[in-house]
């Protein structure tokens, strides 16, 4: 799967003339947004994600990702081009202690019949490499790990997993929606290699 958004932010100019002083700045930016190898089932659209089709407060822990930004600045009549790279490979794992809940390469199954749903809670496990690249200049600018543990669980009581129809009930009702998560705690930890930490501006 393959999806491709461009959109464009033109941001205004600014100009100010004084009696000794002229200034003048301003900046175009770009960017497009590859996403590739994303977690069975998962789709971005609408400026949102779903999964299986249905809209979901959530987002997928296994994907590729590369961010194309192209920027040109203009500072004091100084114009400056930056184009970088940004490529996020994320992969991970989720866990639950949800009776008749598990996970596994093909996704969520409750008493092993597959759902396609999240149970009411469980942790996400995950592990991204993030490589940025100064396209002009031909160089990686940074490169860093970075790894995350989070807990998400069911946000209010109106939903409820039904055991015998084996999907959600809202008020006790059966919907083909999926319920609005909370992040009840998280943690995140950031690795970067010793001198790989270089700067736009050098």
Do not use: A
């Not at 597959?114 to 940074?142: A, W």
């Not at 009581?157 to 809202?170: A, D, P, Q, V």
């Amino acid at each position: 799967m393959k999806i491709k958004i461009l959109f464009v932010v033109f941001f205004s100019q600014i100009l100010f003339m004084g009696c000794v002083n002229y200034y003048n700045s301003g900046s175009i930016v770009s960017k497009s947004i590859d996403r590739e190898n994303i977690e069975n089932g998962w789709e971005y659209k609408n400026n949102g994600w779903y999964y299986y089709d249905e809209p979901v407060n959530l987002s997928p822990i296994i994907y590729n990702f590369t961010e194309t930004i192209d920027s040109t600045c203009v500072y004091n009549l100084i114009k400056k081009h930056f184009k970088i790279k940004v490529h996020t490979q994320s992969t991970g794992f989720y866990e639950t202690s949800e009776h008749g809940w598990k996970w596994d390469d093909k996704g969520w199954s409750y008493k092993e019949k597959q759902v396609k749903s999240f149970p009411p809670s469980f942790s996400r496990k995950i592990t991204q490499e993030v490589v940025i690249e100064d396209l002009i200049r031909g160089k990686k600018m940074n490169k860093k790990k970075i790894t995350i543990d989070d807990f998400y669980q069911v946000q209010n009581k109106s939903w409820t997993w039904g055991i015998e129809e084996n999907c959600w009930l809202l008020d006790d009702s059966i919907t083909n929606l999926l319920p609005p998560y909370v992040m009840v705690k998280s943690t995140k930890q950031e690795i970067t290699p010793p001198n790989f930490n270089i700067g736009i501006f050098n």
